[in-house]
Every structure is written in structure tokens, then in C-alpha cells.
């Protein structure tokens, strides 16, 4: 028997469609049920569905107002406030094309995005690094838009392109994934398959509203499904939230694993009577961190897994846990298998992890990249870099990436990303970058160098700084008298780690 599931009990995204007016569907009829709500200590900002719908359609009436025109690209540099997601929709309601980014990257790293991009707009927090740009749209006018008359939705093609987020790729050079608008209409899976989100939940997720899975899991899915958003104000720690979601009847928790970590370091029991259950994507979640919160909290963490070409596709959920040891299966509706050479390999046998090229959350392609995407492609399926093994019952236990990306914080790091720019280091002669376990379950980025001497730690760290977003600047700085190499000269990063866990 081979490892492929079934593809059931989907219906086909309807046409013609908007990715915005999806998520406001039930707006109209909700009106004043609170849609979002961001909370703090002391404070609350609410957002009926009503204004939320109103600010959007301003929104866009604003970003056509100013000359552009459907299918432009349009470079958002927001911070980590409501502006973000009602720009977002805002630009897909008017049939633009938005290209959310992370407020930690630099300004040489947006710089480079924007020569290949060539965004018509850039809407731009002035908190937020990014180059001067005259078709910058600054954050007060991008504000006045919502009072704006509503505009209509633009609706077309389901399979159009709708947005582009970059992730890094494994030449080094960030890659643009375009998404298309049915997009939003293939998380209906997830709601079935991992979520359990019902009208009535109220959602708290603990991330920043610019990032993606934020964006996706903390506030689009909740709004379509006609549920709450609570997002933590800027500046709530971790240890805090506990509080907050049993002050504001938080129903379901979404966090990174790290997340769960830094709460359970503060808190040998978690009061929330409201909780039904957390959820955890962006890297693996360690079996302790979920066995620690189910006894503090007495709610299990049901994980997911996904990637920035493809939302999430493997999970478990209320009703179909995970197996001690496995992702969790295939969301209905998916079509996932575990490809060998000669394609899908037998049930036990360990593949790659697999999408079927017609999934509707499958990414349409790289901007600009057709090679690149052709060579994700093995036939039908959609290779994802991870390598899997499924069981009789269909779960599918996660046995790691067969190249040498890594993960930090949720965010996918190219090692050779990283090598480039420290390698412009004066001294350093070569350099490689590996994710490197410090302490069980927890691991960092280390850039392990040459040089005729060990450099200045804190001069490293502050070129980084200037150079790289937070998330990609190793913690780490190792001085080598020479780098493992193969026999054909090729840099060998899993032999760094290896080396530097044997001497821990």
C-alpha cells in the first residue's frame, strides 16, 4: 500500500471570488459582534465586524484613489498594528496585490526586495526599516483612507494572483511565493482539521499582527468563520498572556513553541477555565513542551505543519490526536503523499513529504523564478524538503529536512543567506551557518568561522545586527582553524552541528 491520502469531502473554491470578501463575508450580518479585540493590561481596543468591513473597503477606495490599479504590487513596511491587516485586505478587497514583510528585516534586506520587486506602492510606518522611496505611502495617509466610501469588491479568478510573502531559499537569495486568492478558500480544511474553531470561540494568538501566521491562524481564519480575535497588545510578554486569556474568555491559544516554553519557564499552573485547547505551527513542538502544558494547563496543544508555499496540511485536532510521536495526518480534503525516487513509497517506508499540485493552498509559484519552481516538482507532487514516514493509520512521524535549512522562531533561515553576509566580515575567511542544540529542545543559529585569529564576538554580533532581521543573526560566533569540507570542496553544515553537540 503507498503512502498517498485520500483527497475527499472538499467542494472546489466558487468563482468569481475575492480573498477579502471571503474573510468579511459574515460581516453584514455579525454588525456589532466584536471581530478583534487587542488587550493589554490595562487597556482593550475593539473592533466590530461592521467597522472592520467599513475600514477595509475604505481602504481600498483610498489605495485605487492614489493611481493605483489591480494587479500592481504594493511593499507593505508595517508595524505590529491593526494598520497591518486592514492594509492587507484593504489592498486584496481593491484587487492589488499586497506583499506583507517582516518589520525585523533591514534596510539592505528590503532594499534588495524592492529592486526585485518593484513595488507602485510601499505603505510605510516610519518605525519600520525601509530605503526612501517616492512612492512610499506614509502611515497618516494610509489611516484617512478608512473613513473613505466602500468600494466594491473586486472579484475575478479564483486562480489569480492575490499576494507574494518571501521565506528564504536555499540559494541564498529570499524567495517571493505568489499566492492566489483561492488561497484563503483551502484553510477551510484547517478549520476542520486542526482548529475545531466554532462562531462562538474567541481566538488569542501571541503573535505580532505582521506576521504570516498571525495573519492567517490569529485573525483571517477566526473572522471568516465569524469567531473573535484577541491579539496581545506590543510589549505583552509571554508570562503575561495567561492572564489576559482568562480575563478576556480566550477559547483557543495559537503561539510558536518557543512561546509555550517562556509561559510554563513562569508558570507551574495556567488558570483559564475558558480554554478549550492551544495550537502550535511554525517549527516542531518538543513532546516535553506539550506534556508540561497539558499538566499546567489541563488542555491539550494540538500542532500543525505547514510552510510558506503551502499553509498548513498535516495536524491533528480535537477529534483525530496525534499518535505519541507523529505530525498528525493529512487534513481532509488533501492530497499528500511521501515520494521516493520513483515516486510515492510504500506505507513505513520514510519519503518526502508531498503535495498534490492541485491543492488550492498550494502557492502558484516564484516570482520571476520558473526554473526554481519547476525543481520543487517531482510529476504531480510538490516536494517540500522534509522527509516523513506514514503509518497504516495515515499519521505521518516527522524525520527532518533532507537539506540544511533551518528554523528560528518559525521563520525558515537559508544557511547561505547568512554565510554571504557575514562572510563581508573584515577577517573572516570562510564561514558556515548551522542550527545548533544548546540544551534539550532548544536550538539557535551558529555561524562557525576561519580567520587568522578569533575575532570580536560583540563586532560580529553588531554587523549582524545592522545587516540581518533578528531572526536571522546567529547567537553564536565559533572560530574554527578550518571548516569540514567533502571531497568535492562542498561546505559539510551538518558535520558543524554534529561536532559542536558531541562537545557539549
Given at each position: 500500500?503507498?503512502?498517498v491520502?485520500?483527497s475527499?469531502?472538499f467542494a472546489p ?10 474573510v468579511?463575508g ?9 471581530a478583534?479585540?487587542?488587550?493589554g493590561p ?6 466590530r465586524f ?7 473597503r475604505?481602504?481600498a ?8 490599479r489591480?494587479?500592481?504590487f504594493?511593499?507593505?513596511?508595517l508595524g505590529n498594528t ?6 492587507y485586505?484593504g489592498a486584496?478587497a481593491?484587487?492589488?496585490?499586497p ?15 524592492i529592486a526585485?520587486?518593484a513595488p507602485?506602492a510601499?505603505?510605510?510606518d516610519?518605525?519600520v526599516p525601509c ?9 497618516a495617509?494610509l489611516?484617512s483612507m478608512?473613513d473613505?466610501?466602500?468600494a466594491?469588491?473586486h ?9 507574494i510573502?518571501?521565506?528564504?531559499g ?15 478558500w483551502a484553510r477551510?480544511?484547517?478549520v ?13 494568538h501571541?503573535g505580532?499582527?505582521?506576521?504570516t501566521y498571525?495573519?492567517?491562524t490569529g485573525?483571517m481564519?477566526?473572522?471568516t ?20 486569556m482568562?480575563?478576556?474568555e480566550a ?9 509555550y516554553r517562556?509561559?510554563?519557564?513562569r508558570h507551574?499552573?495556567?488558570n483559564?477555565p475558558s480554554l478549550r ?12 513542551v506539550?506534556?508540561?502544558w ?7 496543544i ?5 510552510m ?15 499518535r ?6 493529512p487534513?481532509d480534503?488533501r ?5 521516493g525516487t520513483?515516486?510515492?513509497v ?6 518526502t513529504i ?13 516570482l ?5 519552481t ?18 497504516t ?7 527532518g ?8 522562531g518559525?521563520?525558515r ?10 562572510a ?8 558556515g551557518a ?6 534539550p529542545?532548544?536550538t ?5 568561522y ?14 549582524a545586527q545592522?545587516n540581518m ?5 546567529p ?8 571548516l569540514?569540507?567533502?571531497a568535492?570542496g562542498?561546505l559539510?553544515?551538518?558535520?558543524l552541528?554534529a561536532a559542536y553537540?558531541?562537545?557539549?
Open positions: 500500500m503507498l503512502s491520502s485520500a475527499t469531502g473554491c466558487p468563482a468569481p471570488f475575492n480573498l477579502a470578501a471571503h468579511l459574515r460581516a453584514a450580518d455579525l454588525g456589532d459582534k466584536t478583534l479585540a487587542i488587550v490595562d487597556s482593550v481596543e475593539a473592533w461592521d467597522q472592520l468591513e467599513a475600514a477595509v475604505g481602504t477606495t483610498g489605495l485605487l484613489g492614489i493611481g493605483l489591480p494587479g500592481d504594493v511593499l507593505m513596511r491593526v494598520d497591518f491587516p486592514l492594509a485586505l486584496l481593491a484587487g492589488l496585490v506583499v506583507p514583510t517582516a518589520a525585523a528585516l533591514t534596510e539592505p534586506e528590503v532594499a534588495a526586495i526585485t520587486l507602485k510601499i505603505l510605510r516610519p518605525a530605503p526612501p522611496n517616492d512612492t512610499t505611502v506614509d502611515l495617509q489611516r478608512r473613505l466610501p466602500a466594491p469588491w472579484v475575478g479568478d479564483p486562480d489569480r494572483l492575490g499576494y510573502i518571501y521565506t528564504s536555499t540559494s541564498g537569495r529570499p524567495s517571493a511565493v505568489m499566492h492566489a486568492h483561492r488561497a484563503i477551510q480544511m484547517m476542520r482539521g486542526w482548529y475545531d474553531l466554532k462562531p462562538e470561540d474567541r481566538v488569542m501571541a505580532a499582527f505582521n506576521w498571525t495573519l492567517g485573525l481564519d477566526p473572522w468563520a465569524g469567531a473573535t480575535a484577541l491579539i496581545p497588545a506590543a510589549g505583552v510578554a509571554p508570562a503575561d498572556l495567561p492572564a489576559l482568562a480575563r478576556h477559547s483557543l491559544f495559537a503561539a510558536a513553541p518557543g512561546v517562556q509561559i510554563l519557564k507551574d499552573r495556567i483559564v485547547h492551544g495550537l502550535s505551527a511554525g517549527e516542531k513542538l518538543p513532546s516535553a506539550a506534556r508540561a497539558q499538566a499546567a494547563s489541563g488542555t491539550p494540538f500542532e500543525a505543519y505547514g510558506s508555499e503551502c499553509s498548513t496540511f498535516l495536524s491533528a485536532s480535537p477529534d483525530r490526536p496525534a505519541a510521536g507523529t505530525l498528525g495526518q487534513q480534503g492530497r499528500i503523499a511521501l515520494i520513483e515516486g510515492p510504500e506505507i513505513g517506508q520514510e519519503g508531498a503535495i498534490h499540485k492541485s491543492d488550492p493552498g498550494l502557492m502558484l509559484g516564484y520571476g523564478a520558473p526554473d526554481q519547476a525543481q520543487k516538482y517531482q510529476g504531480d507532487w510538490f516536494l517540500t524538503g522534509d522527509q516523513g514516514v506514514m503509518g493509520d495515515g499519521q505521518i512521524t516527522y524525520l529536512r533532507n537539506d540544511d535549512m533551518m528554523n528560528a518559525g521563520f533561515v537559508s544557511p547561505i543567506e547568512v554565510e554571504q553576509t557575514l563581508k566580515f573584515p577577517g573572516i575567511h570562510a564561514v548551522a542550527e545548533v542544540e544548546v540544551k529542545d532548544v539557535v543559529i551558529a555561524a562557525f576561519t580567520a587568522d585569529s578569533p575575532l570580536d564576538e560583540a563586532a560580529l554580533a553588531l554587523y545592522d532581521a533578528r531572526y536571522k543573526q547567537r553564536l560566533f565559533i572560530h574554527l582553524p578550518e569540514p569540507m567533502g568535492n562542498k559539510l553544515r551538518r558535520s552541528r553537540e558531541a562537545q557539549r
